[in-house]
């Protein structure tokens, strides 16, 4: 039995010097990933593995050299470490040409709007050393780019006929093409000729003091809503250099303490045989190998800092840290007997799924219908919603009587035949607040909803 245990620590240990030596390779070279936090619809994202574009999850990392499409259908979203996001409405296409880090640290990004429509809301961080510089950002578009010094959330759309519109919602931007430099203010925008037959006037601009709705405009203002609610949600007891992944941590689950482990995070509505690991999948990047992807929409962070760890009596938590690396391979603390340490194929190059993979997954993913009785209501919640647990908080108010809420997933809840595998939890997971301990008990009722 306890060659069986060492063999088993030996394994563990290998698991952890593997993600060790590519999180390593990886901040040496001063590389960044990013995320891919929103898709509606058809997207497809050319990892820059060789194969071209496939389909995209969400949480896939985005590295330089990605590309993101979009169809008629579709929708996706970008989230930079610092929780600014670059959105694409449908039939666009952009390219991430550089993504990297400063001799000072500072961020380093250049996207490519190839067509379509792109919004932008940066959170821009200025140099504390005024001899140093700041982060960067630059969207090129046909002969044109975009620059800015400060935060700002602007629209970029090219249409089929050769001209380029930039509205700028909030803050301000600076652009450059064949025909010089020019600035826009808040609530303006500008119009350039990109194919003008006539030389002297390719790249013109005309500036006005307003700016016309586009149609993915209200999808935008829902995003950047969400963003800005959740991002900065109070209790979370952590400090992280990191913004991306903050927002969905506050609006799916709640930070508590649990003796033994500190503070931690736990997602709401899971059952009591939820594993972090039944559900996902791997893909496949150059230079860095086989990456965890999770399929649940908070599933970045949790996988790629810190730890999950399992808690007799409250189940699995994540223990936030490891700020100084970026995990390729999730890590993994106590597990229980029988539970298999998260290990990436060993050969190939494509998207390996695991369990029920990346398209649906049965902890506020995908579609689900919370059941609120007795008989108040009944409702079906889309992934992502920012109103769904306010609706479900407005109905629970105009009942006295105690809330049971159970949720029926699209697919049976039952654990996967294959994958990593997971042991019963002795009790409900449920309970707890970011302000104080938590202890495992057996109420119904739902967690309360972040503010």
Do not use: C
Request: proline share 8%; net charge neutral.
């Amino acid at each position: 039995m306890a060659i069986t245990r060492l063999g088993k620590m030996l394994a563990t240990w290998a698991v952890l010097a593997a993600a060790f030596l590519v999180v390593s390779a990886s901040a040496e070279s001063k590389a960044r990933i990013v995320r891919l936090s929103e898709v509606q619809g058809t997207v497809r994202i050319d990892r820059a593995a060789g194969d071209g574009f496939d389909k995209a999850f969400i949480n896939l990392p985005v590295i330089e050299g990605s590309r993101v499409k979009t169809g008629k259908d579709g929708r996706a979203e970008v989230e930079f470490e610092d929780g600014g996001t670059l959105r694409l409405a449908p039939d666009s296409e952009v390219d991430f040409t550089r993504l990297a880090l400063g001799d000072d640290g500072q961020k380093l990004s250049t996207v490519q709007l190839v067509f379509g429509t792109v919004y932008a809301d940066l959170h821009l961080k200025n140099a504390r050393d005024k001899e140093k510089t700041g982060d960067q950002f630059l969207l090129n578009f046909a002969p044109e780019s975009i620059t800015m010094a400060e935060a700002a959330h602007f629209r970029v759309e090219l249409d089929g006929a050769g001209k380029a519109t930039v509205a700028v919602f909030k803050g301000k931007l600076s652009a450059t093409g064949p025909s010089g430099q020019f600035e826009v203010a808040e609530k303006h925008s500008a119009t350039i000729d990109l194919k003008n037959d006539d030389s002297a006037k390719k790249g013109a601009f005309v500036i006005v003091k307003n700016y016309e709705d586009d149609p993915s405009d209200a999808w935008d203002r829902q995003q950047t809503d969400y963003h800005d609610r959740y991002a900065s949600a109070g209790g979370s007891g952590i400090s992280s250099p990191y913004g991306y992944g903050m927002t969905d941590l506050n609006y799916y689950g709640n930070f508590m303490t649990v003796p033994g482990y500190g503070n931690v995070w736990q997602p709401y509505f899971i059952g009591a045989n939820w594993s972090p690991f039944q559900d996902g999948g791997w893909a496949f990047y150059p230079g860095a190998g086989y990456m965890w992807v999770s399929g649940y929409p908070w599933g970045w962070m949790p996988y790629n800092y810190g730890n999950w760890a399992f808690a007799p009596g409250f189940g699995w938590v994540w223990q936030p840290g490891n700020w100084n690396s970026w995990n390729a391979l999730p890590l993994v603390v106590n597990a229980p007997v029988g539970m298999k340490v998260p290990a990436a194929p060993a050969s190939g190059y494509q998207t390996v799924m695991v369990g029920r993979g990346l398209a649906a997954n049965p902890t506020l993913g995908a579609s689900h219908r919370l059941t609120i009785n007795p008989g108040s209501a009944s409702f079906g919640v889309p992934r992502g919603s920012v109103r769904h647990l306010d609706r479900l908080a407005k109905t629970m108010d105009r009942t006295s009587r105690p809330v049971v809420v159970s949720m029926v997933p699209p697919v049976p809840a039952t654990a996967p035949a294959t994958g990593f595998g997971t042991s019963p939890i002795p009790t409900p997971m449920r309970g707890g607040t970011s302000t104080g301990t938590a202890s495992p008990h057996t109420s119904s009722a739902p967690p309360p909803r972040p503010h």
